[in-house]
């Protein structure tokens, strides 16, 4: 019985194929080291209140109303594999004028890692 090696690679290929690991690597941990940023903006019509609970004791530990015409600005700090092992994270956060990114000035606390926290929003009444 006749013995068939794989078909032979040509370098093109290879290198497409090690280009293509390469990039999936570096996206890979990229978002192993990602940190969260969220913005939450207020309006007459939508006017928001963001409370972040400690899912192990279901506890408050912040609750920010958000004023009509600025927007609310969260960063966790840490990447979410770094804040498990760690047992926290660092929550930034700051409001701003709408269309502002900025988390500086601010206040920081130290918040439960990823699996143990939820962000709750609420709408006020409106208008406000």
């Not at 497409?16 to 969220?38: H, K, W, Y």
């Not at 019509?45 to 609750?63: A, H, M, N, Y």
Request: glycine fraction near 6%.
């Amino acid at each position: 019985m006749p013995i068939h090696s794989p078909m032979p690679m040509n370098h093109r290929t290879f290198r497409s194929l090690l280009l293509g690991s390469a990039l999936a690597s570096a996206v890979l941990l990229g978002a192993c080291s990602s940190t969260e940023r969220i913005a939450y903006k207020s309006d007459t019509w939508s006017p928001k209140t963001v409370t972040l609970l400690d899912t192990r004791t279901g506890e408050s530990v912040v609750t920010i109303d958000v004023p009509v015409g600025k927007q609310l600005n969260l960063w966790f700090q840490k990447s979410a594999q770094t804040a498990e092992n760690e047992g926290s994270d660092s929550l930034h956060y700051s409001i701003r004028p709408l269309g502002d990114s900025g988390t500086t000035p601010g206040t920081v606390l130290t918040v439960p890692p990823p699996s143990a926290r939820r962000l709750d929003v609420t709408i006020r009444k409106t208008p406000e």
